[in-house]
Every structure is written in C-alpha cells, then in structure tokens.
C-alpha cells in the first residue's frame, strides 16, 4: 500500500509551459513534504519543501501548493525548461522519526 | 556540501551470493539509510541507522540486513542475493537541524543473474 500516492507516471510539457505533478498523502503523522529532483546516473536532490501549516511556497520557479484538508499537495514549474527534465518525486516525513516517504515518482521531459 | 560514497556503481552477482554495498558519508551525520528505487515503485526504505550499531527496518527488510560500527559507514547486506533483488540501491544520510534534506549517494545498480 503506497502511503504517498503520486501522479503522472510520466509528463511531457513544451518550453515556456507549466509542469504540475500531484501528490495526495492519508497518514495525518507526516509533518513535512520534500520534493525531490533526479537526474539520470545521479541520486535525488532535495529541491524544495513545505511544511503543512503553509499553504504555499515558491522559489524561483518551482512552487509547492498544499492542501491539508484534501491531503493534497503538488509541485508546479513554471516557464518549464528542457534542464527540468529529470525524475521528480514527492515525499513525505514522519513527525515522529527521521524517516521519509517517497511516491513513486515522475519522469519529466520538457521538449524544446 | 555533505558528500555520501556509495563503492560501487555497477554490481553483478550470482544468485546465492553474499553482497555487501558500502556506503560513506563525510560530514559525521547521525542518521543513514538505505532505500531501493524501481520503476513505478519509488523509492522504497529497506533499512536505517540512527547511530552507530543502532538499526531499524524500513518498509522492504526482508532478505538485506545492515551494519553500522563507524559512525560515517553503513553497509547493506544480501545475505543470498536472489533476482528479485535487482535493482538500484540508494544510500543517503542526514545531519541535525537538516529535516528534510536528506543527501544521497550516486547509487549501486546490482544486477543478480
């Protein structure tokens, strides 16, 4: 049973144009929601997060938008770029230990 | 910047074999873990390591087991490697006051024929 559900599989979006992956979560025991950026023959990075007190959260051009009612959280890219085309994966962290949570992850391709 | 070694890129090994994958960090954090990463699937946590000779299961700890007697190394383990068992392996790591930001390894991609 997936605890981080995470979707598309895989999205492809023109240059200049918005990337949104979505995420949805049920274990009300997460406190903070990382996301994750992989490319290929490298291990993830830690590209932005958010705890689930705010409801928004932007830098630069990636923004996580968080609904905690809906249990719902998602990543945008705006003005997406052919370097963005990586693996992304949403996670989520126990308040309780150190341990994390990931989706199963979307594979991004931004065609020129 | 935190760095995390993983020894191997690449591994080939025989069903039944004993695998051993290193892992070493370089900034004396606390925590390590090692997870798995298949299509579709995600990453997915076999182990993790609070201190040195402290252990605790992940979701998958079925057939690994792992090894903590230095504070910067954490080694997994395949007891007998089976073709299940194919896949990417993750080492990653994490300081305090870091909550989210754990620092991952390159990984090693084992294949078991």
């Known amino acids: 049973q997936q605890q981080v559900k995470q979707s598309p599989q895989s999205l492809i979006v023109q240059k200049g144009g918005i990337s949104i992956i979505n995420c949805a979560y049920e274990?009300?025991?997460?406190?903070?929601f990382p996301w994750y950026q992989q490319f290929p023959g490298k291990g993830p990075a830690l590209l932005i997060a958010?705890?689930?007190?705010?409801s928004e959260k932007k830098e630069g051009r990636f923004t996580i938008s968080f609904n905690k009612s809906a249990k719902q959280f998602s990543l945008h890219i705006m003005d997406s770029q052919p370097g963005d085309s990586a693996t992304y994966f949403c996670?989520?962290?126990?308040?309780?230990?150190?341990?994390?949570?990931f989706g199963s992850g979307t594979r991004l391709s931004i065609r020129p | 910047d935190v760095k995390v070694t993983q020894s191997s890129r690449y591994l080939v090994k025989r069903t039944g074999e004993k695998v051993f994958l290193e892992c070493v960090q370089d900034?004396?954090?606390?925590?390590m873990f090692w997870y798995r990463q298949d299509p579709g699937l995600g990453l997915r946590l076999i182990y993790f390591?609070?201190?040195?000779?402290?252990?605790e299961k992940g979701d998958i700890p079925e057939g690994y087991s792992v090894s903590r007697e230095k504070k910067e190394r954490f080694s997994l383990i395949l007891e007998s490697a089976s073709t299940n068992q194919t896949s990417m392996y993750l080492c990653?790591?994490?300081?305090?006051?870091?909550?989210?930001?754990?620092?991952f390894g390159s990984g090693t991609r084992l294949t078991v024929v």
């Open positions: 274990n009300t025991a997460f406190d903070y």
């Open positions: 900034m004396d954090h606390e925590n």
């Open positions: 958010i705890r689930p007190d705010v």
């Open positions: 390591s609070y201190d040195v000779k402290m252990k």
């Open positions: 990653a790591s994490r300081g305090p006051g870091t909550n989210y930001g754990y620092t």
């Open positions: 996670a989520a962290r126990y308040s309780s230990a150190s341990k994390i949570i």
